[in-house]
C-alpha cells in the first residue's frame, strides 16, 4: 500500500525521499517534521557531523493547499557538509573496516575505491526516513496512535526496566517513561542509569572504540487486527523485523519478551484473557501486542539490537586491498555511540510499518473515507465477537 524510496549520498548535495500511497487529505505541518528530524540530530555519543548538519526538510511535491493531493510525496534534505566536500581532490581508500560495508561493498559492485560503498550504506540516509515516517506520524496522530522508544542499554549498562508490564493497564507508566527519555542525552528513561551510561559512553571514546546497546520501542492504541497469519510477508511481526533490521548497525530484534520468553514455560509467558467491563484485556503483554502475526490491541513492544558501529580510532587489524599489506583499519570521524540517536530512526521505521497495515485495513483514498472505518473497527469487546453453536464438518471438494 505504502512505498517508500530513498536517495543521496552521505557528503552528495542532498538526500531525496518519495512516498507513495498515503491518502489526500492530511493536514501537513513542516514545522512538525523539522521537529522530527532535529531529535535523530542530539544525543549524547553524536559524532561531529551533526554540528555541521541542520536538517530541514523541502516539501517537493505531493502537498497542495497544506495537504496531502494523494500524489506521490517528494521531499529534501540538504547536506550542509556538501560545500566541503565539492570540488575537493579525494585519495581512494584502499583499507576496509571490519563490520562496515566497505569490503562487501566493493566486492559486491567492483568499487576500486572504498569510499563510494560508504556514501551510501552511510546512516545520513535515516535522516531521509525519519523525514518520510514524519508524514505517517501526523496520519497515526490522527488516528490517536502513538508511537515512541527509548535505550534500555548502553554498553554494559542495562536498565532493568518491567517491558512485561507494559499492557494497556499501565498507559500512564508507558507515557511516563516517554517523556522522561526525552529529557535524558541518552535517552534513558531513568536518571541515575543515563548518567551511567554516558559515564560508559565517555569512557569509550576514551578509549578510542565505540559502543552499541538496546532500544526498546512501543505503539500505543493501536487497533487489534493489523497484519496477518496467512502468509509470511503479512505477518505484522514480520513486517516490523524486516523495517527494523533494515537500519544500519541494527542487528537484533525481539517482539515483546522474546528471548526472555523462550527461557520458560507457556504458562508463564502467555499473556492470560480476562473480561474487564466487556472488554477482554490483558493483564501482562510478553507477546508485545503481537499474537499470530496479527496486533491484539495491547502496546506494541519491540527491543532492537544496535552492535558498535565499525568506526573507531583504535582500528582493527585489515588489509590494504591496493597492495595485500596487513594495516590497521582507518578512523573517520563519527559517531562513538549512535544508540541514543537511532531512537527516532527506530520510531520512523515502526511508523511506517504501522502505518502502511492499517492502510491495508482501512483503505481508502482520503482521510475522509478512512475515519469513519477506523471508528468503526474491533475493539476487544466481548459484544464485538459473534460465535457459531452448531458442529460443522471440512468438505470434499
Ligand atoms: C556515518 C558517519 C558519520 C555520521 C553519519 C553516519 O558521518 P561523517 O562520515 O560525515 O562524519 O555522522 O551520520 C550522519 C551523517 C547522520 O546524519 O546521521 C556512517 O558511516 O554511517
Not at 105 to 128: H, I, N, Q, V
Request: with cysteine; glycine share 10%.
Amino acid at each position: 500500500m505504502l512505498r517508500m524510496l530513498t536517495a543521496g549520498e552521505s557528503h552528495g548535495p542532498k538526500l531525496t525521499v518519495i512516498l507513495e500511497g498515503m491518502p489526500a487529505g492530511l493536514p501537513i505541518s513542516t514545522n512538525i517534521l523539522n521537529q522530527g528530524l532535529a531529535r535523530r540530530q542530539h544525543g549524547c555519543g553524536a559524532g561531529p557531523r551533526m554540528s555541521i548538519e541542520k536538517d530541514e526538510i523541502k516539501i517537493i511535491s505531493g502537498v497542495l493547499q497544506g495537504k496531502t493531493t494523494g500524489s506521490p510525496i517528494a521531499l529534501e534534505i540538504q547536506n550542509q557538509d556538501f560545500i566541503n566536500w565539492q570540488g575537493k581532490s579525494l585519495v581512494p581508500i584502499t583499507i576496509p573496516r571490519p563490520g562496515h560495508a566497505d569490503l562487501t561493498g566493493a566486492a559486491k559492485y567492483g568499487y576500486k575505491d572504498l569510499r563510494l560503498p560508504m556514501e551510501r550504506s552511510s546512516a545520513r540516509e535515516t535522516a531521509a526516513r525519519v523525514a518520510a515516517a514524519g508524514i505517517c506520524r501526523i496520519f497515526l496522530r490522527l488516528l490517536g496512535i502513538q508511537v515512541g522508544g527509548y535505550v534500555i542499554q548502553i554498553g554494559q549498562i542495562r536498565w532493568d526496566n518491567t517491558t512485561i508490564l507494559l499492557s494497556n493497564e499501565f498507559k500512564a507508566a508507558i507515557e511516563e517513561r516517554l517523556q522522561a527519555s526525552e529529557q535524558s542525552e541518552v535517552r534513558c528513561p531513568d536518571k541515575a542509569v543515563s548518567i551511567a551510561m554516558q559515564q560508559a559512553i565517555q569512557a569509550a571514546q576514551e578509549a578510542g572504540d565505540s559502543l552499541g546497546g538496546i532500544i526498546e520501542v512501543l505503539a500505543c492504541n493501536v487497533p487489534p487486527g493489523l497484519g496477518s497469519f496467512v502468509h509470511f510477508d503479512r505477518r505484522l511481526d514480520s513486517q516490523l523485523a524486516a523495517g527494523l533490521m533494515s537500519i544500519p548497525a541494527i542487528k537484533g530484534i525481539a517482539i515483546g519478551n522474546a528471548f526472555g520468553n523462550a527461557a520458560k514455560f507457556g504458562s508463564e509467558i502467555n499473556d492470560p484473557i480476562v473480561l474487564k467491563d466487556g472488554h477482554l484485556i490483558r493483564t501482562s503483554n510478553h507477546a508485545g501486542g503481537i499474537e499470530g502475526g496479527i496486533s491484539n490491541g495491547e502496546p506494541i513492544v519491540v527491543q532492537v539490537a544496535m552492535k558498535p558501529i565499525p568506526t573507531f580510532p583504535k582500528g582493527l587489524p585489515s588489509v590494504d586491498l591496493a597492495n595485500g599489506q596487513p594495516a590497521q583499519s582507518p578512523f573517520y570521524r563519527g559517531d562513538c555511540c549512535p544508540v541514543a540517536r537511532a531512537v527516532p530512526v527506530i520510531e520512523a521505521m515502526m511508523v511506517f510499518v504501522l502505518t502502511n497495515a492499517l492502510l491495508e485495513k482501512l483503505g481508502g483514498d482520503s482521510i475522509a473515507e478512512i475515519l469513519p472505518r477506523f471508528q468503526v473497527l474491533h475493539k476487544m469487546q466481548l459484544d464485538d465477537f459473534s460465535m457459531d453453536t452448531q458442529p460443522w464438518t471440512f468438505d470434499v471438494f
